[in-house]
């Protein structure tokens, strides 16, 4: 998984929409408030790992993980801990930044993790484990899109990076609903790398957005096989 967009609205505001790629026969539970450590957490629920690829927390900040570091690479039998587990871990600490510069990544899967956070101003933050070494930056509050690098290749991410650059060009203004139509219907017909995929192993489950507006954050997430839709705000 997966494909993420990320667009600033305001100074404060920002839409990101995350097309979750996965095996067809893993479950998940539709997003719920969860209160762990004093802390409220809403996120859709891995039912095998119990944990989460998005999620958000009441410390405004959200977290988005995509499978997979800045290449490809061979997953071993087995991990010493779930990635979907740190994303609830992040999401709850009070010091998030000092949690990532001193978490022990050492044999956890290769992954990408988009951190934004809005206590004080917007900020937009990218963790990358290549499982050697972590690599966090601090990205500019511009429009941007990542693909997995477990699924897709450099010239595919090129591709759908020209798509979302024709998408931007082609729109007065960015709404939750021409961002959800872009997720749902860009490509060229090719179900191998359209941002709705199906390669039968692994294909787009579902469609998470997470829209925050004057303080207010609202999470929709659709299932793509019931087209069951469910909205919470936290």
Request: proline share 3%; hydrophobic share 35%; with cysteine.
């Amino acid at each position: 998984m997966c494909t993420v967009s990320f667009i600033p609205t305001s100074e404060n505001d920002f839409i990101l929409t995350s097309n979750r790629d996965e095996s067809p026969f893993r479950n998940t539970l539709i997003p719920n408030i969860y209160e762990e450590d004093g802390v409220k957490l809403l996120f859709p629920k891995d039912e095998l790992a119990g944990g989460t690829w998005i999620g958000t927390s009441d410390k405004k900040r959200l977290i988005c993980l995509l499978n997979g570091g800045f290449i490809s690479h061979v997953p071993k039998k087995s991990y010493r801990l779930s990635r979907g587990i740190i994303v609830t871990h992040f999401l709850k600490t009070d010091d998030v930044y000092g949690a990532i510069k001193n978490f022990d990544f050492k044999d956890i899967e290769p992954f990408t993790i988009i951190l934004v956070t809005w206590e004080s101003n917007l900020k937009l933050h990218e963790l990358v484990w290549d499982g050697n070494q972590s690599h966090f930056i601090e990205k500019p509050l511009k429009p941007i899109i990542w693909s997995s690098s477990l699924l897709y290749s450099e010239e595919i991410k090129r591709k759908r990076q020209i798509w979302f650059s024709e998408f931007l060009e082609n729109q007065q203004i960015i709404t939750t609903e021409n961002l959800l139509n872009f997720h749902k219907t860009t490509g060229e017909g090719n179900n191998e790398i359209d941002l709705i995929m199906d390669r039968g192993f692994v294909k787009t489950k579902s469609i998470t957005q997470f829209s925050s507006e004057s303080g207010v954050g609202i999470m929709r997430y659709e299932d793509l096989k019931t087209n069951l839709i469910s909205q919470k705000s936290i």
